[in-house]
């Protein structure tokens, strides 16, 4: 008897999303079907399965049951339509602005979101005519005014990546509905546990799988999950034209990592909250930013719009770079690295890493200053966390 995921509570569903497609032997774990091609029944067989008059799958670019399985798990998460898997993160990213945006249209971004979402649009898409205002969403003006007659996206990343500010998605929804354009939430630093955009009124819905839901930093791929069947078909046709498909392995790995998903998430927000508190008190550091803290200016769009605050800080350490860079070349636990979400702690320099890309008069206008430090808080022990810092914050 197959399972029905309604109603059932988070960790069910992160237990038992995504059906099984193996039919024959029963296996409990998702088989990989590592072919690159499937062999049809005869020569009207493959006919009809081009014509779309019978399912079954042709070739793994355009579809594979692996891949499909993780497909239904996301968007079983996401509330969503379905769910397509990418290569990485930046070919979902590229996937919907390839999609929604055609010579002389216009998109509206956040101005402090992962460098390269940014970066793609404004040196890549800009080459072929598209028209960008990469803004403050978190204030609502700011977005009101930024929409045009040829406005077709609103893009947005909440919290920021690597600022930590938040966008609230029910109003700017409102504001992208109004303008006949869609919205399109990037929710990587939240997972599906911690957000869900699609119930808030986003139509998009997209995420690195490479950081929460695969958890252990050795995959990279992406996800994206639509509302309507509409919009899945256009994305999909797209990624599977232009190739940015996820391959099977990377599929089994990432269903591996996702069942354990809630739990990671849970076990670093504790630790963060703990770290954003105790870095918060220590004298030797200027500021702190992270959703959990009564000082986040949007403490409460963060307790209304996600369940949880997450596992992602932002600090400045008194003295700027130079101390921020004696806490990263010191601590032993945080290993020093781009990339989040895995069950180990990272640290590092946007500044010079994540976000160098980004002109610095850029940068400066959206918050990322020279000294902001990003530490993304693993499922350790949080004393030892603590005590590790704390010998790092000694040195400064
Ligand atoms: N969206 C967000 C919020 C991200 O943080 C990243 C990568 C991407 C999209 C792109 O995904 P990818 O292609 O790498 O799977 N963020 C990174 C970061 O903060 N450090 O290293 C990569």
């Known amino acids: 008897m197959s399972l029905d995921l309604k109603n059932k509570g988070i960790n069910t569903r992160v237990t038992h999303a995504g059906k099984n497609p193996d039919s024959v032997h029963g296996s409990v774990s998702v088989p990989i079907y590592q072919t690159s091609t499937f062999k049809f029944r005869d020569a009207d067989h493959g006919a009809r399965l081009f014509e779309g008059e019978e399912e079954g799958y042709i070739y793994t670019r355009v579809g594979n049951p692996t891949v499909n399985t993780l497909e239904e798990a996301v968007a079983e998460l996401e509330n969503g339509y379905a769910g397509i898997a990418t290569a990485t993160g930046m070919a979902a990213v590229t996937a919907i602005y390839m999609t929604y945006l055609e010579s002389g249209a216009h998109m509206i971004g956040t101005d402090s979101i992962y460098g390269s979402s940014r970066m793609v649009i404004e040196n890549e898409f800009s080459r072929f005519g598209v028209e960008s205002s990469f803004i403050d969403t978190a204030d609502l003006n700011n977005v009101r005014a930024a929409v045009r007659d040829n406005t077709r996206l609103i893009y947005i990343e909440t919290p920021s990546n690597p600022t930590i500010k938040l966008t609230d998605i029910q109003a700017i929804a409102q504001i992208a509905h109004d303008n006949d354009a869609l919205l399109v939430v990037d929710n990587t630093f939240m997972s599906p546990i911690l957000q869900n955009p699609l119930a808030l009124g986003a139509d998009i819905v997209l995420h690195s799988i490479t950081k929460y839901i695969n958890g252990h930093t050795d995959v990279v791929g992406g996800v994206i999950i639509t509302k309507t069947e509409t919009d899945f078909t256009r994305i999909r046709l797209v990624v599977n034209a232009t190739g940015g498909t996820m391959d099977p392995h990377q599929s089994w790995l990432v269903l591996r990592g996702l069942r354990t998903l809630t739990l990671r998430v849970k076990r670093a927000e504790e630790n963060a909250?703990?770290?954003?508190?105790?870095?918060?008190?220590?004298?030797?550091?200027?500021?702190?930013?992270?959703?959990?803290?009564?000082?986040?200016?949007?403490?409460?769009?963060?307790?209304?719009?996600?369940?949880?605050?997450?596992?992602?800080?932002?600090?400045?350490?008194?003295?700027?770079?130079?101390?921020?860079?004696?806490?990263?070349?010191?601590?032993?636990?945080?290993?020093?690295?781009?990339?989040?979400?895995?069950?180990?702690?990272?640290?590092?320099?946007?500044?010079?890493?994540?976000?160098?890309n980004i002109p610095p008069s850029e940068r400066l206008k959206s918050n990322i200053t020279d000294g902001l430090v990003r530490l993304a808080v693993g499922t350790e022990d949080v004393e030892d966390l603590q005590a590790d810092l704390e010998q790092a914050l000694a040195l400064v």
């Open 273 to 356: 909250q703990k770290l954003a508190e105790f870095l918060e008190e220590h004298p030797k550091v200027e500021w702190v930013r992270y959703p959990g803290l009564p000082s986040h200016p949007q403490h409460e769009l963060a307790q209304r719009q996600m369940r949880g605050f997450g596992s992602m800080i932002s600090f400045e350490i008194k003295g700027g770079l130079k101390a921020g860079k004696v806490v990263m070349n010191n601590v032993r636990i945080p290993q020093l690295a781009v990339s989040l979400g895995g069950y180990e702690s990272l640290i590092q320099h946007p500044v010079s890493m994540t976000h160098h």
